[in-house]
């Protein structure tokens, strides 16, 4: 065989091999990603679909993310889903979707507990009504995992507002999660709590009462560590009636 026939066939099967790989790729959806990350269920809370389950989680640089998820291809049976519990989930993301592939619980062993402060108006009534004080704060319980900035997370978690149906049957409440509502920094220095916060949308704004209370929920939040003595908020702008 001579070797500009070789040459020939070699050119053939490149084209061919190269037609097979264009129309391999050309095939997959270029919206389509793998999706694996930590992250903690969530249903019912304002801004999703009704009775459909949530993921939220964070990236670098991007905290209160959320997908809805798609649980019909995970194989039967899976684990029991409950309001905030911590999983890993695995699937295909298309747009905010996740089809899943597997979810399993991310085990709490080496967890740090910590309280997130809610609000109950049934345990916070006077003349007139609703007092909007810290009387009709609740403390739940919710595991992290372990951090060496234990404010910061607690703080995150609380603006995602995840409040399980046992607690709300119990009269637990939130008005958070506040749309476009992030904590951008904490600090603490010399017993004081320095929290920023980003609110493009002005979502913390309001009335008098519905301020105090939110205010109040992070304040006792961040006081449960033992080196926050008191709290101030930045800019100084948010949180005023």
């Not at 040459?7 to 790989?21: K, P």
């Not at 798609?70 to 039967?76: G, H, K, Q, R, Y």
């Not at 409040?163 to 709300?168: A, L, M, N, T, V």
């Not at 704004?205 to 205010?215: D, E, K, Q, T």
Request: charged share 15%; with cysteine.
């Amino acid at each position: 065989m001579g070797r500009l026939t070789i040459i020939g066939i070699l050119a053939i099967l490149a084209i061919v091999a190269g037609g097979a790989i264009w129309y391999w790729s050309a095939s997959v959806p270029q919206d389509t990603t793998t999706f694996s990350t930590d992250g903690n269920l969530t249903r019912n809370n304002p801004g999703q679909k009704p009775d459909v389950w949530y993921l939220v989680y964070e990236k670098p640089g991007s905290p209160g993310l959320s997908v809805e998820l798609d649980l019909n291809s995970v194989a039967a049976p899976y684990i029991s889903l409950t309001q905030g519990t911590r999983v890993h989930v695995t699937g295909t993301l298309r747009g905010s979707m996740v089809t899943v592939q597997s979810i399993t619980p991310v085990s709490a062993e080496t967890g740090m507990p910590i309280t997130l402060y809610f609000y109950n108006p049934a345990l916070d009534q006077g003349p007139g009504g609703v007092q909007c004080s810290k009387n009709g704060l609740v403390a739940v319980e919710r595991i992290i995992p372990e951090t060496t900035m234990p404010l910061t997370e607690a703080i995150k978690l609380l603006l995602r507002g995840e409040i399980s149906d046992e607690e709300r049957a119990d009269g637990i409440e939130s008005e958070f999660p506040l749309l476009g509502v992030v904590l951008t920094s904490a600090k603490v220095k010399n017993g004081v709590a320095t929290i920023i916060f980003a609110d493009p949308q002005n979502k913390t704004g309001g009335g008098s009462c519905r301020v105090a209370i939110l205010w109040a929920q992070i304040e006792a939040t961040a006081k449960q560590f033992p080196t926050v003595q008191s709290v101030q908020f930045m800019p100084e702008e948010l949180f005023q009636p």
